[in-house]
């Protein structure tokens, strides 16, 4: 079984800066793409940003040059650095991996439990 446990949410100003961990443990071959997502209240989940396992990045352009995702291969983890964060940006922020349990196995997706951001002064 593979978990996701992002980190690193919590409350900040205005303008402020976050930066974001989930770390992939368990039993398992190797993990692909990673993404992450956030979700607002009352609104639907929309992806932030995309990493591929060699290291190809992919944003939503309304992110573009304030979020910045990058991965650490040996440590499986994917992170997450906000920075001029505004009060729109508040939400659950959420960690998605495509994850190869056995070599010649499909990819299975799996998602962490999500790790909350509020912006606020």
């Known amino acids: 079984q593979v978990q996701l446990v992002e980190s690193g949410g919590g409350l900040v100003q205005p303008g402020g800066s976050l930066r974001l961990s989930c770390a992939a443990s368990?039993?398992?071959?190797?993990?692909?793409?990673m993404r992450w997502y956030r979700q607002a209240p009352g609104k639907q989940r929309g992806l932030v940003a995309t990493?591929?396992?060699?290291?190809?990045?992919n944003y939503v352009d309304s992110l573009k040059g304030r979020f910045t995702i990058s991965r650490d291969n040996a440590k499986n983890t994917v992170y997450l650095q906000m920075n001029s964060l505004r009060p729109e940006d508040t939400a659950v922020y959420i960690c998605?991996?495509?994850?190869?349990?056995?070599?010649?196995?499909?990819?299975?997706?799996?998602w962490g439990q999500g790790t909350q951001v509020t912006v606020s002064s």
């Open positions: 990493i591929t396992s060699g290291g190809r990045t």
């Open positions: 368990g039993s398992f071959f190797s993990i692909a793409t």
């Open positions: 998605n991996a495509e994850v190869r349990p056995r070599v010649g196995v499909p990819l299975n997706d799996y």
